[in-house]
């Protein structure tokens, strides 16, 4: 079955240094897709970086990139010089990529706040 | 702004009541999906549909139902209320059914049953 691991459920981190968000999944599938997003104290769940399991390099959007290493079936987060405003839920997510029928399948969370 | 809509925003209500939740996907999007997130289950995919037909389902209870209409906006029919329905629910759309295409959400509803 698949399962999605995030082993921080919070983390402080100071304004303007970067932070890594651990993410580990496991899946039989060979073809998945990885999928970060965020939650802020409003509720809403925005969609932040994606990562195809066949891609070779790490995706990248802005400040955040996903630190994606394979063998480990780890897809970190990593935010580059944060800010105040990151401070909020975030949540790692799977989906199978070649099923119409797939479902996709979150983590428990971590909780980020950044400090000033 | 996903370009997502849900309403209501907050839904208050009984046990044993019924309440419909509604969701208007982003424009060209076919796909359409209902997630609840509650503080002890965390986030829970209930159901999938895809131009108008059910495509998969989670754990969805039997006293939920769901569809989606020929205008593509999908409603969320909770029955026979109990104190633990009481979460946020979120509709999600993409644009086809692929794993590869990312889900954008709504804005929520969040219900309280009393």
């Known amino acids: 079955a698949q399962k999605i691991t995030q082993t921080q459920p919070g983390m402080f981190v100071q304004e303007k240094e970067a932070v890594t968000l651990d993410c580990t999944y496991d899946?039989?599938?060979?073809?998945?897709?990885l999928f970060w997003y965020k939650q802020p104290s409003s509720g809403e769940m925005i969609f932040l970086i994606y990562?195809?399991?066949?891609?070779?390099q790490n995706a990248t959007e802005g400040r955040y990139s996903l630190n994606f290493q394979k063998a480990r079936k780890s897809a970190n987060l990593v935010i580059s010089a944060s800010q105040l405003g990151d401070s909020a839920m975030y949540f790692c997510?799977?989906?199978?990529?070649?099923?119409?029928?797939?479902?996709?399948?979150f983590g428990s969370g971590t909780r980020l706040s950044i400090r000033p | 702004d996903s370009g997502v809509t849900q309403t209501p925003k907050h839904l208050i209500t009984a046990t044993g009541q019924r309440v419909t939740l509604r969701c208007s996907p982003r424009s060209g999007d076919l796909s359409v999906y209902w997630y609840q997130q509650s503080l002890d289950q965390g986030l829970q995919f209930l159901i999938q549909?895809?131009?108008?037909?059910?495509?998969a389902k989670g754990n969805i209870l039997e006293r939920f139902s769901a569809q989606q209409f020929p205008d593509l906006h999908s409603e969320l029919n909770l029955s026979s209320l109990e104190l633990g329905d009481s979460a946020l629910y979120f509709c999600?759309?993409?644009?086809?059914?692929?794993?590869?295409?990312?889900?954008?959400f709504g804005p929520g509803t969040r219900l309280t049953v009393l």
């Open positions: 899946t039989s599938d060979q073809s998945y897709g």
């Open positions: 990562q195809g399991s066949y891609d070779e």
């Open positions: 549909y895809y131009n108008g037909e059910e495509r």
């Open positions: 997510a799977m989906r199978e990529l070649y099923s119409s029928a797939s479902k996709i399948i």
């Open positions: 999600a759309s993409s644009v086809k059914t692929s794993g590869t295409d990312t889900q954008y």
